[in-house]
């Protein structure tokens, strides 16, 4: 069975259906996805092994001519094949590698972007259903070993045909050496998988462990300021600390495993490489072969080193991706909170009324609405009178009349936005980060927001003011100038209902009360909710609700400095 992730109106059309069953069905759709890239390296991979295979042949063969009798022509023309042999392996090579990065790339660039299309698509919902850790550790060491795995087939696939060639060629020769290749080669390669088991139990310990770190160095550096303030930077740093040396040991026990599969790739096949000399020079000393069958015994048994040691390294490459995949899909697997209605409502043009009949908060269509809410509920609040999830049995909030998980989710992103505290500033020029809702805002609107949110002042401070680039997070400004580019991208995208959470908590007082006026002026004729208890907000609201402690309802919404 397979799971549709992503929306067909959105997903282009180079993204497949996604098949999440487990990790083997993940990879198999990266194959089916694209597959002339593996095809493609696969019989360059062919082309570039079997010369190498045919190569110790050829020579045998030139020293038995000329042993023989066959004089300087029949050396001549082997080595002429040879030479032929040598340039269709370095054309074949220059080949492989191209189409081997290709594989690659196409593995890396499909992971990453059904990965990043699920981290959209679950929106806000990620953060409660996933380490941010795990999520940075699948786009970036998860989606590499994937792409290793990719790279690996086109040689794996020439080292199997070369070295069946190289068998099927040997067991002509001498069917007793034939048998012992036939025997020895395959047993080389078993001896190898015992070792893959522990090998993937390590890799998935020392993912995990990366994952938690990760997160924990994430949530360090984004509160890094504050934990200067209490003073607790010293003792985070020494959590950080232990944690970085479970993952350095889970490390070293991963890495342990693979030195003894690298040995075992390197000690079995040389094995069977002595026992074949071994026994075609016994061979050679009764006569049963000639002197160059031996060398060309000898050459091949060395040649099937390599397919050993690329059959090896395979399954290494395989078994990462196999745990990578399996990562992958459990990030794929999640469910967001909302999900598109089989039957959305339309919206009505033009403001968009606010209404919860479970808390009774009510925003007229148009005005400015203020909400006095205890301070842990507003996040809950903000969150139930934008998102289009309720409990069963809990009646809906309603946008414009229509509830709203009857509301298409593109029309309610579209036409609400909800901005609190906790909105993070990305990385980038502060133009790119402003008009990010809707790019093709003109400047004069750019300016009216960056007025209306008092954060003109905090441009013109930057070097290149809006071309300077913003830190990750925003880290270089003030709580109370980051509050005010937030705030400034949030009156920037215009939407026709607006929740606005606290949005002038880290402002002095004389800043909030300019905030407060001009917000006003500027969302006049839009819906506009704000959660705060200033006084100073609540003196230019058109309406003022106040919620009591608890889960009671709230009472109906009032006009402005009516008693509660």
Same mark, same amino acid.
């Given at each position: 069975?397979?799971?549709?992730? @992503?929306?067909? !109106?959105?997903? %282009?059309?180079?993204?497949?259906?996604?098949?999440?069953?487990? #990790?083997?069905s993940f990879l198999w759709w990266l194959v089916r996805a694209r597959p002339w890239p593996l095809v493609l390296s696969a019989l360059l991979g062919t082309a570039w092994m079997v010369p190498l295979a045919l190569t110790p042949l050829v020579v045998g063969q030139a020293i038995d001519g000329a042993g023989q009798g066959g004089g300087a022509g029949d050396v001549v023309l082997w080595a002429l094949v040879a030479l032929g042999l040598g340039a269709v392996q370095a054309l074949a090579g220059a080949g492989l590698i191209q189409a081997a990065v290709g594989a690659e790339a196409h593995a890396v660039s499909y992971s990453h972007r059904v990965l990043m299309r699920q981290?959209? =698509?679950?929106?806000?919902?990620?953060?409660?259903?996933?380490?941010?850790?795990?999520?940075?550790? !699948?786009?970036?060491?998860?989606?590499?070993?994937?792409?290793? +795995? @990719?790279?690996?087939?086109?040689r794996t696939v020439g080292a199997v045909i070369a070295a069946a060639l190289v068998t099927v060629a040997l067991t002509v020769t001498s069917p007793l050496l034939g048998l012992a290749v036939l025997i020895g080669v395959p047993a080389a390669v078993l001896g190898i998988g015992p070792l893959l088991r522990p090998l993937q139990a390590r890799d998935e310990a020392q993912r995990e462990q990366m994952g938690i770190a990760t997160s924990q160095a994430g949530d360090i550096v984004a509160g890094l300021r504050i934990l200067r303030g209490i003073g607790g930077e010293a003792r985070f740093a020494e959590r950080f600390r232990r944690t970085s040396q479970q993952v350095r040991r889970a490390g070293e026990s991963a890495g342990r495993m693979e030195a003894w599969l690298q040995a075992a790739g390197v000690l079995l096949p040389g094995l069977v490489t002595v026992?074949?000399?071994?026994?075609?020079?016994?061979?050679?000393?009764?006569?049963?072969?000639?002197?160059?069958?031996?060398i060309a015994f000898y050459g091949a048994s060395a040649f099937l080193t390599l397919p050993v040691s690329t059959a090896t390294e395979a399954a290494?490459?395989?078994?990462?991706?196999?745990?990578? +995949?399996?990562?992958?899909?459990?990030?794929?697997?999640?469910? #967001? *909170?909302?999900?598109?209605? %089989?039957?959305?409502?339309p919206l009505p043009p033009g403001p968009l009324s606010l209404t919860d009949p479970e808390t009774g908060i009510t925003a007229r269509a148009g005005r400015l609405t203020v909400v006095v809410a205890p301070a842990d509920r507003t996040g809950d609040l903000a969150d139930r009178?934008?998102? %289009?999830?309720? $409990?069963?049995?809990?009646?809906?909030?309603?946008?414009?009349?229509?509830? &709203?998980?009857?509301?298409?989710?593109?029309?309610? =992103?579209?036409?609400?936005? =909800?901005?609190? %505290?906790?909105?993070?500033? @990305?990385?980038?020029?502060v133009r790119e980060e402003l008009t990010?809702?809707? #790019?093709?805002?003109?400047?004069?609107? &750019?300016?009216?927001?960056?007025?209306?949110? *008092?954060?003109?002042?905090?441009?013109?401070?930057? #070097?290149?003011?809006?071309?300077?680039?913003?830190?990750?997070?925003?880290?270089?400004?003030?709580?109370?100038?980051?509050?005010?580019?937030?705030?400034?991208? +949030?009156?920037?995208?215009? $939407?026709?209902?607006?929740?606005l959470e606290d949005p002038t908590a880290s402002v002095d007082a004389h800043t909030e009360a300019r905030v407060a006026e001009r917000v006003a002026a500027l969302r006049t004729g839009r819906t506009t909710l704000v959660f705060s208890d200033s006084p100073l907000w609540r003196g230019v609201a058109d309406h003022e609700i106040r919620l009591n402690p608890g889960p009671a309802p709230a009472h109906p919404d009032r006009p402005a400095g009516e008693p509660s």
């Open positions: 069975m397979t799971n549709r992730l @992503f929306d067909p !109106s959105v997903a %282009p059309a180079a993204v497949p259906e996604v098949n999440v069953r487990g #990790p083997w981290v959209v =698509r679950l929106g806000a919902t990620l953060r409660g259903k996933a380490r941010s850790g795990d999520v940075a550790a !699948s786009a970036a060491a998860d989606v590499e070993s994937i792409g290793q +795995a @990719f790279e690996v087939v086109g026992g074949i000399v071994w026994f075609g020079a016994h061979l050679a000393l009764n006569g049963a072969i000639t002197a160059g069958e031996l290494e490459t395989v078994s990462l991706a196999r745990v990578a +995949a399996g990562r992958i899909c459990t990030l794929l697997c999640l469910e #967001p *909170d909302t999900v598109a209605p %089989p039957h959305p409502e009178l934008t998102r %289009p999830v309720r $409990p069963d049995g809990i009646p809906p909030v309603l946008l414009g009349g229509v509830p &709203l998980d009857r509301v298409d989710l593109a029309e309610l =992103r579209s036409r609400t936005l =909800r901005s609190g %505290p906790a909105d993070p500033l @990305f990385t980038g020029t990010a809702a809707n #790019p093709t805002r003109s400047p004069e609107a &750019l300016d009216r927001a960056l007025w209306a949110a *008092d954060a003109t002042d905090v441009v013109d401070a930057l #070097p290149g003011g809006l071309d300077a680039q913003l830190d990750e997070g925003g880290r270089t400004l003030s709580g109370g100038q980051r509050q005010r580019l937030v705030l400034a991208r +949030a009156l920037l995208a215009s $939407p026709d209902a607006l929740v």
